[in-house]
């Protein structure tokens, strides 16, 4: 892979950086009053890097296969109407995201989250509720997705690959490994600076993953128009203008 391209992977993983996963809830074990504990916070990063590296090896192990049948789909006008469809369902979509987030699924995070930092549920209550963190955002890690088709089409091999991954799912946790050191050494000085940065979090988590999707299905519409001339100049050239 060149530079540019490991640039971009870095950069993906620092916007997966800034997920509930990742940041919030490692945020919600430093704002805890009294000693931090750093081996509950290490648990939880290390399951969750954990998590989002066997699913990206498991993605990665049929990328192939998926990206040749999708190429070729995508060659046709039925694949091109068919992308423009998925694109303007994200665009839509992320109108809707955060809407209703206090439901089941926000719960159970919150549930789980009193039980792992208080130490009522032990270690087992840390690996629950980062499984749990990380599987809810499954729907959403796009970020991760674009960052696995990269890989699966570089000339790296099955080992370097997976070391690549690795890395990123690192990067992924370093903000959070990062406010645990600080918090370790500066408590008094960084507590409530933690506190703001959790609850500006808990405000704008959804509206950052909103503009995530949102964007990634304006590019996925726009690159579908282009591939269909007819339907682009009756919408104005909006697909073809816009894309070069």
């Given at each position: 892979?060149?530079?540019?391209?490991?640039?971009?992977?870095?950069?993906?993983?620092?916007?997966?950086?800034?997920?509930?996963?990742?940041?919030?809830?490692?945020?919600?074990?430093?704002?805890?009053?009294?000693?931090?504990?750093?081996?509950?916070?290490?648990?939880?990063?290390?399951?969750?890097?954990?998590?989002?590296?066997?699913?990206?090896?498991?993605?990665?192990?049929?990328?192939?296969?998926?990206?040749?049948?999708?190429?070729?789909?995508?060659?046709?006008?039925?694949?091109?109407?068919?992308?423009?469809?998925?694109?303007?369902?994200?665009?839509?979509?992320?109108?809707?995201?955060?809407?209703?987030?206090s439901g089941s699924g926000g719960g159970r995070v919150l549930r789980w989250r009193e039980r792992a930092v208080t130490g009522d549920g032990g270690l087992r209550a840390v690996v629950v509720l980062a499984l749990v963190a990380a599987g809810l955002e499954l729907a959403t890690m796009l970020p991760y997705l674009g960052a696995i088709?990269?890989?699966?089409?570089?000339?790296?091999?099955?080992?370097?690959?997976?070391?690549?991954?690795?890395?990123?799912?690192?990067?992924?946790?370093?903000?959070?490994?990062?406010?645990?050191?600080?918090?370790?050494?500066?408590?008094?000085?960084?507590?409530?600076?933690?506190?703001?940065?959790?609850?500006?979090?808990?405000?704008?988590?959804?509206?950052?993953?909103?503009?995530?999707?949102?964007?990634?299905?304006?590019?996925?519409?726009?690159?579908?128009?282009?591939?269909?001339?007819?339907?682009?100049?009756?919408?104005?050239?909006?697909?073809?203008?816009?894309?070069?």
């Amino acid at each position: 892979m060149t530079p540019a391209e490991l640039a971009v992977l870095a950069a993906l993983a620092l916007v997966d950086s800034t997920s509930v996963g990742t940041l919030l809830v490692p945020v919600w074990f430093l704002t805890v009053p009294g000693r931090v504990r750093a081996g509950r916070v290490l648990a939880f990063l290390a399951t969750v890097a954990a998590f989002y590296l066997v699913v990206g090896l498991a993605l990665a192990a049929g990328a192939h296969v998926l990206l040749e049948r999708a190429g070729a789909l995508a060659g046709t006008p039925v694949g091109s109407v068919l992308q423009l469809v998925v694109g303007a369902a994200l665009l839509v979509g992320s109108f809707f995201i955060g809407r209703g987030r206090s439901g089941s699924g926000g719960g159970r995070v919150l549930r789980w989250r009193e039980r792992a930092v208080t130490g009522d549920g032990g270690l087992r209550a840390v690996v629950v509720l980062a499984l749990v963190a990380a599987g809810l955002e499954l729907a959403t890690m796009l970020p991760y997705l674009g960052a696995i088709g990269m890989l699966t089409q570089s000339d790296l091999g099955p080992l370097a690959r997976t070391g690549v991954l690795a890395a990123y799912c690192l990067v992924m946790v370093l903000p959070a490994l990062v406010l645990l050191g600080v918090r370790l050494a500066a408590h008094r000085l960084v507590a409530p600076a933690l506190t703001r940065l959790g609850a500006w979090l808990e405000r704008t988590g959804a509206e950052t993953t909103a503009w995530v999707v949102g964007i990634v299905g304006f590019l996925v519409a726009r690159d579908a128009l282009g591939r269909l001339p007819a339907l682009d100049a009756a919408l104005g050239g909006w697909g073809g203008g816009l894309g070069g």
